[in-house]
Every structure is written in structure tokens, then in C-alpha cells.
């Protein structure tokens, strides 16, 4: 009754727009409550109304109505049947698009990336997703530029989508690895993550992206924490065999770095010191000219390369807002 209220409340608010800011955040609030007042909301036909609020200009002239709709939508989506409600709802996904790419704050940006994720929650839905640009790049930037917990939600989104070759390829072209080198510094065990799956599934293209941050894998190879060690070597795994000599010897020329692998073969997680100890081994053939039985060959002169691009990263997050 409470959400066949509100919805009905909603169709009936006309021009108000402070009217209108109530009502949807009454229904923000009631969306995270329970998944039976998420399937109440979503049978009323509350996410077609919701949609015409997450334009531009909505979010110019009314920012806290923007964010209020996006995150209502966002709480809605964590019930398995409102992902594909949303899905299906007319200028649901140009609507959260919008938010992530323009939208009037950077909660409302957050929360539209996080909306993402959730939504790629169904492998079938993270294929159709995977294939629009303008989300795939949008999640890039916001995970570039961003601050810290929109960074997050889109790197969470990122990490799933990444999970499809196809999408990839996308991300690769959006800049992905590019912005997984920048932000390596600051957020290394969600940056090697992301660039882990990437150059696992991207082929030469993203294994020539990610040549110019292989140094900064060595840094994560000495001092992140297991987790990100341990994906640091396992890409550096993957780059050696797909990128052939020229990754080895660019990796070979990281001072120390094979104390830092013999430390991990000593201390790491049992998959760490599997991958260190496939890394010493890449290193040992290359040294003695044998690298043929490891690796597949790659030249730095591919022009690929100079297109380096941005890979992110992702992490958990709390959906309901």
C-alpha cells in the first residue's frame, strides 16, 4: 500500500519540483529496506517514472532530485527480477548512461556506475552492457577522475565486465590499462586485479597497452600486499608468455627483481608462489636464450603500444544507499 501510494503520489505531482524531490526520495528510503518493498516499488511502476529524472537537465536544475532517482533505482536493482525490469524499461539504460557520464554531482555518478554493477550481476546483462561504448568508457573516466568511492564502483563494474572477452576489447580501447597505470599508486590491489583479467583475455593488443606499466607491476611485486602481489606476478605471467622477449627483457631490467620473486616463491599465497615460480623460470630461459618454449612473441614496435589504454579496477561495494 505504502509503495502503490508513493508511485501513485509521483504520477500525480506536476511541476513541483520539491513535491516531486520528496516523493522520490520517500521511495529511496523504502527501497532499501527489504526485497519485498523493492518488488512493491518495481510492480507499481515506479522505474519509468524515475527515468525521466535522470536527464541533464534534471540534474542542472535539480541536483538532489538526479541523485535521489539514480539511487532508488540503484536500490531497486539489487532484486534479481527488478535487474531485468530495469533492463527492459524505456530509457532506463540512456537514462543511467547520463548520470554516469554527465551527472550534476559525483554521488550521482557513483551511484549510477554502482546501478552498473549490479546490473552485470547477470552474465547475460554484462554482455549487453559490455557492448555500449558509452558505459565502458564512462567507467573508465569516472574510475580515472573520480574520487575515491565513485573510483570504486566503477572499477567493480569494470572488474565484471571484464570477465567478457568481447568487452575487453572495449576497454582496451577506452583506455583501461592506461588508467590501471595511473591509478596503480594510489589503489594497486584493485589496479593489478583489473589488469590481471584484461591482459588475460585482451591479447596482444592490451599486452602492448600495458608495456609502459610494467615497471610499476615490479613496485606492486615488492611491496602490495599479498592479494596485489599476487596478481602482479600473475600478470607479468601472462605478459612474458603473450608478449615474448621484449616483456622479459623489459621485466628482466627491474633492479632486484629476482629477490623479489624468490621472496614470494618463499612467502606468498600458494597461487603467488606458483605464478613466481613460472616468473623465475620465464626469466632463467630468456637468460639463457631459450625463451621459445615459454613465450609466444611480441615487438614493442607494434603501434599498439602508443595506444596504451585504461584499465580499472574493482572492488566490493555496498549497493544499497
Given at each position: 500500500?505504502?509503495?502503490?501510494?508513493?508511485?501513485?503520489?509521483?504520477?500525480?505531482?506536476?511541476?513541483?519540483?520539491?513535491?516531486?524531490?520528496?516523493?522520490?526520495?520517500?521511495?529511496?528510503?523504502?527501497?532499501?529496506?527489504?526485497?519485498?518493498?523493492?518488488?512493491?516499488?518495481?510492480?507499481?511502476?515506479?522505474?519509468?517514472?524515475?527515468?525521466?529524472?535522470?536527464?541533464?537537465?534534471?540534474?542542472?536544475?535539480n541536483p538532489s532530485l538526479q541523485v535521489n532517482a539514480v539511487t532508488t533505482i540503484l536500490n531497486l536493482s539489487i532484486l534479481e527480477a527488478n535487474k531485468t525490469r530495469i533492463m527492459e524499461s524505456d530509457g532506463a539504460l540512456n537514462g543511467i548512461t547520463e548520470v554516469l557520464r554527465a551527472g550534476a554531482t559525483w554521488e550521482a555518478k557513483s551511484n549510477a556506475a554502482a546501478t552498473v554493477f549490479s546490473l552485470t550481476g547477470v552474465v547475460g546483462f554484462r554482455k549487453r552492457l559490455g557492448r555500449k561504448t558509452r558505459i565502458v568508457s564512462?567507467?573508465?573516466?569516472?574510475?580515472?577522475?573520480?574520487?575515491?568511492?565513485?573510483?570504486?564502483?566503477?572499477?567493480?563494474?569494470?572488474?565484471?565486465?571484464?570477465?567478457?572477452?568481447?568487452?575487453?576489447?572495449?576497454?582496451?580501447?577506452?583506455?583501461?590499462?592506461?588508467?590501471?597505470?595511473?591509478?596503480?599508486?594510489?589503489?594497486?590491489?584493485?589496479?593489478?586485479?583489473?589488469?590481471?583479467?584484461?591482459?588475460?583475455?585482451?591479447?596482444?593488443?592490451?599486452?602492448?597497452?600495458?608495456?609502459?606499466?610494467?615497471?610499476?607491476?615490479?613496485?606492486?611485486?615488492?611491496?602490495?600486499?599479498?592479494?596485489?602481489?599476487?596478481?602482479?606476478?600473475?600478470?607479468?605471467?601472462?605478459?612474458?608468455?603473450?608478449?615474448?622477449?621484449?616483456?622479459?627483457?623489459?621485466?628482466?631490467?627491474?633492479?632486484?627483481?629476482?629477490?623479489?620473486?624468490?621472496?614470494?616463491?618463499?612467502?606468498?599465497?600458494?597461487?603467488?608462489?606458483?605464478?613466481?615460480?613460472?616468473?623465475?623460470?620465464?626469466?632463467?630461459?630468456?637468460?639463457?636464450?631459450?625463451?621459445?618454449?615459454?613465450?609466444?612473441?611480441?615487438?614493442?614496435?607494434?603501434?599498439?603500444?602508443?595506444?596504451?589504454?585504461?584499465?580499472?579496477?574493482?572492488?566490493?561495494?555496498?549497493?544499497?544507499?
Amino acid at each position: 500500500m505504502t509503495a502503490s501510494f508513493l508511485v501513485n503520489k509521483l504520477k500525480l505531482t506536476n511541476g513541483s519540483m520539491e513535491e516531486t524531490n520528496g516523493v522520490v526520495y520517500e521511495l529511496r528510503v523504502l527501497a532499501k529496506t527489504d526485497s519485498e518493498s523493492r518488488a512493491c516499488i518495481a510492480e507499481a511502476g515506479a522505474i519509468k517514472l524515475l527515468v525521466r529524472f535522470l536527464s541533464y537537465e534534471v540534474g542542472s536544475n535539480n541536483p538532489s532530485l538526479q541523485v535521489n532517482a539514480v539511487t532508488t533505482i540503484l536500490n531497486l536493482s539489487i532484486l534479481e527480477a527488478n535487474k531485468t525490469r530495469i533492463m527492459e524499461s524505456d530509457g532506463a539504460l540512456n537514462g543511467i548512461t547520463e548520470v554516469l557520464r554527465a551527472g550534476a554531482t559525483w554521488e550521482a555518478k557513483s551511484n549510477a556506475a554502482a546501478t552498473v554493477f549490479s546490473l552485470t550481476g547477470v552474465v547475460g546483462f554484462r554482455k549487453r552492457l559490455g557492448r555500449k561504448t558509452r558505459i565502458v568508457s564512462g567507467l573508465v573516466e569516472l574510475a580515472k577522475s573520480g574520487p575515491e568511492g565513485a573510483k570504486r564502483d566503477a572499477l567493480a563494474a569494470i572488474l565484471n565486465l571484464a570477465s567478457d572477452r568481447e568487452t575487453v576489447a572495449r576497454l582496451v580501447e577506452s583506455g583501461a590499462v592506461q588508467m590501471t597505470a595511473e591509478i596503480m599508486a594510489g589503489m594497486p590491489e584493485e589496479a593489478v586485479t583489473i589488469l590481471e583479467a584484461v591482459v588475460k583475455r585482451g591479447g596482444l593488443v592490451a599486452v602492448a597497452a600495458a608495456f609502459m606499466g610494467i615497471k610499476k607491476l615490479g613496485k606492486v611485486l615488492r611491496e602490495g600486499s599479498e592479494r596485489a602481489r599476487e596478481s602482479a606476478a600473475a600478470t607479468l605471467v601472462t605478459m612474458c608468455r603473450k608478449g615474448g622477449s621484449e616483456i622479459v627483457t623489459e621485466l628482466a631490467a627491474i633492479d632486484g627483481v629476482e629477490r623479489v620473486i624468490w621472496e614470494l616463491m618463499a612467502v606468498g599465497s600458494v597461487r603467488g608462489r606458483r605464478k613466481a615460480a613460472t616468473l623465475l623460470r620465464i626469466l632463467r630461459r630468456w637468460a639463457a636464450g631459450l625463451d621459445g618454449g615459454e613465450t609466444e612473441g611480441f615487438s614493442t614496435n607494434n603501434s599498439s603500444v602508443s595506444a596504451s589504454t585504461s584499465v580499472v579496477v574493482s572492488t566490493t561495494t555496498s549497493l544499497v544507499q
